[in-house]
């Protein structure tokens, strides 16, 4: 099928270099002029494992096109997929939505033949109402359909998530697209992935439903592991213990950090104001914010008490300072908050990422980015395991640390209680 997918940030550099990848004509579209160019060269934007290969793959063959002509890529296609950004308005309430329907009223010059306009990107229930109408001023409605297919990608993961799904979801009423979209998915479902198809706005909820109930449920362990730590239980056990009811799972059940990225802060905020306008109160997704906002600063008071309140020209060192692994992502990470608010107490911060040093800390004098583990630990009065690399789960902390005094706060609970107090390490671990 031909295809067109317009922003080629995450969720359209992904979704096209994947549909490529499954044999389709792809053209990738976006108005950066310098990242298309990068592109042609196989120079990708983003960190994500195993996305450059893919991407050269099928643009060497012919199967994935880049452009900055919409217009032209538009006419050429069966299949226009919006991917382009919905941050949250600068006054922090609701979605800024203008890239979308800019796009959407730059498409409706391109068609003259049936296509179906769908929307990946993550937007508020009602938007898909919107394009239609925009583009209806002009275009008979005959001449399109406009669908709402969310995309379920982590990043880090998304290839997989991609080729591997658990569900396609298809918002339409309009038959005829549902029949063409199953067959595009069809290599997907056959390998398993469950096909389902809803109204437009059903399938716009569910995309905002889903975050906020994952959002929910990191939320609901992190406050558990508050209490665990009170009452000297390991917050891993409780995990494994409602994991393993079916009807809980065992996944998003890790207590850790305040959840950030650029989906769950953003999509919690945005469902609240969708039920705000439909005078619907969100109470339990209202809560979950509020804890998750509080969470770093709760964090941080440990960390004060695991320094006895001595933070003044303590060396703290942060291994991994992005929201979570394999991605280098720096949005609404907790590490944010804390490295500048422990940095404006005196602390002397040093940070090993392995995706590279990060401009946003660049401004603080007393930060410093350390070019491997072994340098950023190695004086060491604290070390703050913050994101869960794999290249964190094997230090031999003993022998790479010189100060023999060091402690160790594990945000990610990636070590085990009973080695460390084997080894006599003063380690301090999320819920226990
Ligand atoms: C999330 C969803 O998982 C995807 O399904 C969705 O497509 C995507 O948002 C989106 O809306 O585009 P992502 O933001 O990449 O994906 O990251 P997650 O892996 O979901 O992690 C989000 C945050 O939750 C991270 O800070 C992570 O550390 C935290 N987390 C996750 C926990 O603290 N505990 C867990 O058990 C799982």
Redesign the pocket.
Known sequence: MKLCLIGTGY?GLVSGACFSDLGNDVICVDRDINKINNLKKSIVPIYEPGLEELVLRNYKNGKLKFSTNLKESVSKSDIVFICVGTPTKKNGSGTDLSQVYNVAKEIRKSISKFKIIITKS?VPVTTGDEIEKIISQKKSKKLFSIVSNP???????AIR?FNYPDRVVIGTNDKKSNTILKNLYSPLISKGAKYINTSRRAAELI?YA??AF?ATK?TF?NEISNLCEKINVNVEDISIGMGLDKRIGS???????A??????PK?TKAIITTADKFKVNLSIIKSVIKSNEERSSLLLKKVFHILNGKIKNKKITFLGVT??AN?DDMRDSSSLSMIPSLSKKGAKINYYDPTGEKKEFTKFKNVNFSKNIKSAINDSDLIIIHTEWNDFKSINFKKEVSNKNFKIFDMRNIYSLTKMKEQKIKYFSIGS
């Not at 959840?259 to 769950?264: K, L, P, Q, R, V």
């Open positions: 969720v993550t995309e379920f990608l982590r990043e880090g993961e998530d995309k889903s975050n994952l990191i362990i996944r998003f059940l890790r207590a850790g950090p959840y950030g990225g650029s989906c769950f999509d929201f979570k991605t």
